[in-house]
């Protein structure tokens, strides 16, 4: 993605003046575009095939049972980031992927989840006494199976897409889900309940892992030196440390909800899972698409950082700027009546979301610089502005401020990112400023637009139909500009669009000789 092209050019270059297949400019954006469309997809498919899955089980399992499941899934959750993110990273921001760091890092990741299986056996009475859930011991026994193959089938994932084997990455991985779920399903219609609700995710793991195995044996990695157990141990230990300090501090406001009522928890839950989807869902397909492309060359290209950073930019303003005007009708729709409360936090969680992507990308660009330092700097600037308005909540009992602690925490990590980047000569920051102030404009000019058109119905449903036809007609009046937009301009040098200059050219060279004849 570092490569540049003059976009001014109308006809085809010569065959021996076209860049090589693997030219940053060439296939590499095709790739990189490529791979970030197959993991959305996936990530699509996968969220409408736990929508299916939860539908049907919650006609088979009662309500008490969930409760004990989820329990059990969340004391998983916490151990699952000691044994999931730091391997599968260690793989993705690799300088160069061998076959010796591939096999040491799936070692690793075996014993790591061996690790953490036995440690969930061994809190398996506490979990039961503190929540008093007889139901939620065997239930985390059963769950924690999925440490025996998860840690490495992410690993070997991650292998996959270094060698460039996304489309095959996200096919294991939504196959897994699928029998996983098939599985569970199965189960508990043979009556098998309510265990059988833990079944899915070590069924899914495995098959995972089994599938990436599989391929990974016909791929030709060099062999390289043998790599050093502890530095990669070091490292994974250090990303999955980075990784659960993130989570806890992401989730605090969350958790201080409940002190402010259970009423206020329950709008504030609904809310932050309406934005938090899609930015869970954007972040994951960038940072895998952009981590690898990146640690290729240690992120010391600053045109493929700034394109990669002008990307997340465009899809965080404008696309957060349309759920931030759109989204209290949605949600209100959705929710039905009563939830007026949650609707009306939307717009603050959207640009709470938006702020978060662009953080959460430019912590992937600093794990593919391999730049530690810089990490624990954003982290630390984060979680200290979101404490500052915790604080500031737990003294005014306020929602709202709730809601933007949500806005300041990866507001001020943002800027300790730009400041650092600036100062290890990373990008040029003026540049990007001016990116970040087009993508937002826009996005303004959204979320007016389709919050004005929203407030004229008299209801959510008509709300909704109205603001996006004014979100519709403003796209339509700028479609003349679109030429202006930082991303246009990342797109067209990199080749990503059609250009009729050139298409007209080839139609006039292939009716000459027609017409000659």
């Known amino acids: 993605m570092s490569g540049t092209s003059d976009a001014s050019t109308t006809a085809e270059p010569p065959a021996s003046e076209q860049p090589p297949a693997d030219h940053p400019s060439g296939s590499r954006a095709h790739r990189a575009v490529r791979g970030l469309l197959w993991n959305y997809a996936g990530s699509a498919a996968t969220i409408v095939l736990q929508l299916v899955y939860t539908a049907c089980t919650s006609r088979m399992v009662s309500p008490a049972a969930f409760g004990a499941f989820a329990t059990a899934s969340a004391v998983a959750g916490v151990l699952g980031f000691f044994s999931n993110s730091g391997v599968a990273t260690c793989l993705l921001t690799a300088e160069r992927l061998t076959r010796s760091l591939t096999a040491m890092a799936l070692r690793i990741g075996a014993v790591s989840g061996v690790l953490c299986f036995l440690a969930a056996q061994a809190v398996t009475f506490a979990v039961t006494a503190v929540w008093d859930m007889p139901e939620a ?4 026994r059963l769950v924690s199976c999925q440490f025996l193959s998860l840690p490495a089938g992410l690993a070997a994932a991650a292998a996959l897409r270094r060698c460039g084997l996304t489309p095959q990455a996200v096919r294991l991985e939504l196959v897994g889900h699928t029998v996983g779920a098939a599985a569970s399903l199965g189960l508990l219609a043979a009556g098998w309940s309510p265990l059988a609700l833990a079944v899915s995710a070590p069924v899914g793991s495995a098959v995972l892992l089994a599938g990436a195995l599989w391929l990974l044996r016909g791929q030709n990695l060099p062999e390289g030196s043998r790599p050093k157990v502890r530095g990669l141990v070091d490292a994974s230990g250090f990303f999955s440390g980075f990784s659960l300090t993130q989570y806890v501090f992401n989730s605090a406001p969350l958790w201080l909800a409940g002190r402010l009522g259970a009423s206020a928890a329950g709008h504030y839950s609904r809310a932050s899972l309406f934005t938090g989807l899609p930015l869970t869902v ?12 990146l640690a290729a060359d240690r992120g010391r290209s600053r045109q493929a950082v700034s394109d990669v950073l002008c990307l997340t930019s ?13 989204g209290p009708s949605a949600l209100n729709l959705l929710l039905g009546p009563g939830w007026d409360t949650a609707a009306a936090l939307v717009p603050l969680l959207a640009v709470a979301s938006a702020l978060t992507l662009l953080t959460s990308v430019g912590d992937s660009v600093n794990q593919a610089r391999d730049d530690r330092r810089s990490l624990l700097v954003t ?18 009992h306020s929602l709202t401020l709730l809601a933007a602690a949500t806005v300041s925490g990866p507001l001020v990590g943002h800027v300790a990112q730009l400041l650092r980047w600036r100062a290890h000569g990373v990008i040029a920051l003026a540049p990007l400023l001016r990116v970040h102030a087009t993508h937002l404009a826009a996005g303004a000019a959204l979320a007016l637009a389709a919050y004005g058109g929203a407030a004229a119905g008299d209801t959510p449903f008509h ?9 519709l007609a403003v796209l339509v009046c700028a479609l ?38």
């Open 463 to 471: 709300g909704l139909l109205l603001g996006t036809a004014a979100l």
């Open 480 to 517: 003349p500009l679109r030429a202006r937009l930082p991303l246009y301009t990342v797109a067209e040098r990199h080749g990503l669009l059609p250009r009729p200059s050139t298409w007209s050219i080839r139609g006039q060279s292939a009716a000459r000789p027609a017409r000659q004849q």
């Open 314 to 326: 465009a899809i965080a303003f404008i696309g957060f700027g349309a759920v931030a005007g759109l």
């Open 282 to 293: 954007l972040a994951r397909g960038i940072s895998l698409t952009s981590t690898p492309a």
């Open 379 to 396: 982290q630390a600037w984060t979680a200290s502005a979101i404490a500052v308005t915790l604080a500031a909540v737990v003294a005014r």
């Open 137 to 140: 011991g065997p239930m985390l």
